[in-house]
């Protein structure tokens, strides 16, 4: 089985930048091409996907609340995907997950991309808070 470990989480001021890591274990060489995407929920409402990266061409998708801001990248050697997360909003105040699934040309799926549903292998939130 696929374990996600999600790490990274902190207070940051506005303005302020950091970086999640999400390490995963469990893929067997047959897994070349693989789809990490990051999920995060604010307090009161939904699960949201903001980020997906496919392991076999690096074809990245991002939602248009962190586009340009947020940057996936994923290290294959490492089997570690991670979301630099800078110019950060109070709004961006979250529980971040990370979620694999085992087809990497998931990301590009706009229409599944950020359905929790779409990902078989989840990891831990970690928090991530904003000050203003």
């Known amino acids: 089985d696929v374990q996600l470990q999600a790490s990274g989480g902190g207070l940051v001021q506005a303005g302020g930048s950091l970086t999640l890591s999400c390490a995963a274990s469990?893929?067997?060489?047959?897994?070349?091409?693989?789809?990490i995407g990051w999920f995060r929920q604010a307090p009161g409402k939904e699960r949201e996907g903001v980020s997906c990266?496919?392991?076999?061409?690096?074809?990245?998708y991002y939602a248009d609340s962190v586009k340009g801001r947020f940057t996936i990248s994923i290290d294959d050697t490492k089997n570690t995907a991670y979301l630099r997360m800078s110019s950060l909003r109070p709004e961006d105040t979250a529980v971040y997950y990370c979620?694999?699934?085992?087809?990497?040309?998931?990301?590009?799926?706009?229409?599944?991309?950020?359905?929790?549903?779409?990902?078989?292998?989840w990891g831990q939130g970690t928090l991530v808070t904003v000050s203003s």
């Open positions: 469990g893929f067997t060489s047959d897994d070349d091409d693989y789809a």
């Open positions: 990266i496919s392991s076999g061409d690096d074809y990245a």
């Open positions: 979620a694999a699934d085992l087809l990497g040309p998931l990301c590009r799926d706009i229409d599944i991309v950020t359905i929790d549903e779409a990902y078989d292998y």
